[in-house]
């Protein structure tokens, strides 16, 4: 009976996250020809079912990769509220969802020290109260729902400078604010074992930590909420691209910098918001496809991050003859066609084909600045879990004109009222991405699986005649194997002129 009970309890939280992201699929597949309103709460679109379906996929790969001791009931209704947050059109519902989701990230923090405690709970509580302050001015001028006729009206420059100010502030790394207090791990272990505080400077243990990395990316929400209410003017636009590029410059920096290789994945995971952020500020279709691509990227990378030691169990040192470091080029973005790499340049394109050149440095500048932090230091074990991340990056990056096409072309065709015609996205699912401008000429082409395709052919042909081509056996260590080999690459080289000449003459050869 106990057995059993343990089985269900561990398998439990799989099922349950496994239930959610089918209802995400759902969701999309229902919202994908245009919004459905259910009065007078539910608001149901591309938008709202994209992010669902980012709480949901995170959920989903964040219970199959840890134990169920290390999410609490705080991280289970943090995804409920946060999908329910998604799926409602009423703005003082939306606050009401991500005051709760900040109070409960700010509960995490022990009590023993309170100047410590507010200085740290200042970052989730912070950016609750710029968000209340924004959609509380949207409700006090009759946007009580952002899908009503009139609710354009009620954006201004104050409204929207909170709700940018709220995407903004979750970006700040953990220490930022928090100085060397001390968090409290919520443990759900027996009573036997007491919970571990963490010593590094009082900063939040791993799980805790990932409990709120993980759902970082719903405070771009809202902001990217405010696209169903108007067009944003140029001012607007600068601001959010100025402070999403500023961003992942500091946080670059600051990875290059950390002398703790958690402080520095913590700055990579965060870089990847910091882009979602200026693709967002783009107002263009190809800056909203790099956005959402990029909050999927930075989901990935908190669920997959390697714990602190290296003694986890599963971890091994080679994989399939691979070395340890494969999975940290797989997650940096420094290595072509992985996930992080394709969400930097898609900023690139967008930028170029707004004429933003400015912003293209600068990605490209933090994609190869950024990456080094992450495979200079790489461990000498890896756990399964970076493994299974990396090989998730990889096919995340060759299928993006998949992910582009179902997931994230329904938001840019049903928020394009509100966008500029400075930069859109061609998908052709089975080939790659094409970057256009307000011409629609192409600036920027990337070929995913098509290429990959070739790829593995070129690398077969290359097998093949590295196999063919071999250097010839010392003579009396010859075997069948090998003078068969022998007779083919004889033949061949009949054949093909070029390939050089034969290594025995046939019988005929003239010796003039």
Known sequence: ??????????????????????????????????????????????LGAFFVFAVWVGTALSSALHTPSEHGWRFWLTALALTVGFLTS????????????ALMHASLLRRSNLSATLRSA???????????????????????????????????????????????????????????????????SPPTRPATRVADGGMPSPHARESVDLFAFAWLY????LYTLSPWN???????????????????LGALTATVRSHRAERHRRRMLA???????????????????????????????????????????????????VPSWLLSGAFPMTAPFIAAWMIIGAGAAGGVTVLTAVTWLTMLVGALPTVIDTPAITSTRRWIGGGISLAL????????????????????????????????????????????????????IGAAGLMVVLSAMVYLLSRLLRPKPESGSSSPASTASDEVLNDLCRAVPWLGEATTKAPDHDNR
């Not at 009423?90 to 989701?101: D, R």
Request: hydrophobic share 55%.
């Open 90 to 101: 009423q703005t003082p519902v939306i606050v009401a969802v991500y005051v709760l989701v």
């Open 275 to 325: 882009l979602a952020l200026a693709g967002i500020g783009l107002s263009s279709g190809a800056g909203l496809a790099a956005g959402c691509y990029a909050v999927l990227v930075s989901m990935l990378l908190v669920v997959t991050e390697d714990p602190e030691s290296a003694t986890e169990l599963n971890s091994s040192a080679t994989v399939w003859g691979f070395p340890p470091s």
């Open 222 to 225: 809202p902001l990217m909420r």
């Open 1 to 46: 009976m106990m057995l059993t009970i343990a089985r269900f309890r561990s398998s439990a939280p799989v099922a349950g996250a496994s239930i959610g992201l089918i209802g995400a699929l759902a969701l999309l597949w229902f919202t994908r020809r245009g919004p459905l309103t259910l009065p007078p709460l539910a608001y149901l679109d591309a």
């Open 397 to 448: 990056g060759i299928a993006s004109p998949l992910v582009v096409r179902f997931l994230i072309q329904p938001v840019i065709e049903q928020l394009q009222g509100g966008l500029s015609v400075y930069g859109d996205i061609n998908v052709w699912p089975w080939i790659g991405l094409t970057m256009v401008n307000s011409a629609r000429t192409g600036i920027t082409t990337l070929p995913t």
């Open 122 to 188: 200042g970052v989730p509580l912070l950016a609750a109260a710029a968000l209340t302050s924004g959609y509380g001015a949207l409700a006090l001028r009759g946007a009580v729902r952002f899908d009503a006729p009139f609710a354009g009206a009620a954006l201004d420059s104050f409204t929207f400078w909170f709700v940018l100010l709220a995407a903004v502030i979750p970006l700040l790394p953990s220490g930022a604010l928090a100085g060397d207090m001390g968090f409290e791990t919520i443990s759900h």
């Open 234 to 252: 140029e001012g607007w636009s600068f601001a959010a691209m100025a402070l999403g590029g500023g961003a992942m410059l500091w946080l670059t």
